[in-house]
Structure formats: structure tokens, C-alpha cells
């Protein structure tokens, strides 16, 4: 079995979510019938695990998201992609 150490920053109020992301990631998403496809590279796909295990921490208020788009980290034509604690 492999493991993969990852660090996940600390939540404070003051600061909100900190992103880290894996050099030379690559993420594109797209909607085809009702279907949301994700496609990433290694790096793409170890940002995104670092991503929801932040958002998952207990100190992170519910409502808290995270939204990436084209203009934030996604490939070109990408839908937008939110991801939100809730309950």
C-alpha cells in the first residue's frame, strides 16, 4: 500500500480556507446529460483531495465553499465547480 502525506492548513477565521496546490496541476470540468465529468492530472487530483479534506475540517463553518472556474485554476471551457460544507 502507498500512502501520501498531505498537508492541510489550518482554518482560522481571520484568514478562511488556504488552497495549496500541487505543481503543474491540470483540472477541466464539463456537464454532458445531467453528468458532472471531472479530468485532472496526478497533481490536478491530489489538489483537489487536499481542497475537500480542508473544507472538512471541524473548525470550517458550515456554508463555507470553495468555487473554482476558469479564471480560478480550471482549464479553458470548464464549468464552474463549487464545493460547500454543509450539515
Keep these: 500500500m502507498k500512502k501520501l502525506m498531505i498537508e492541510i492548513p489550518e482554518y482560522s477565521p481571520e484568514e478562511g480556507l488556504k488552497l495549496l496546490w500541487n505543481e ?12 458532472v465529468k471531472i479530468v485532472a492530472n496526478e497533481a490536478g487530483l491530489i489538489s483537489l483531495a487536499n481542497h475537500l479534506l480542508n473544507l472538512a475540517q471541524a ?19 470548464s464549468c464552474e465547480l ?3 460544507k454543509n450539515v
Design 24 to 35: 503543474d496541476f491540470i483540472i477541466h470540468t464539463s456537464i454532458n446529460n445531467d453528468c
Design 59 to 77: 473548525k470550517v463553518p458550515m456554508g463555507a465553499h470553495i468555487h473554482l472556474d476558469v479564471m480560478n485554476s480550471l482549464e479553458d471551457n
Design 82 to 84: 463549487i464545493f460547500e
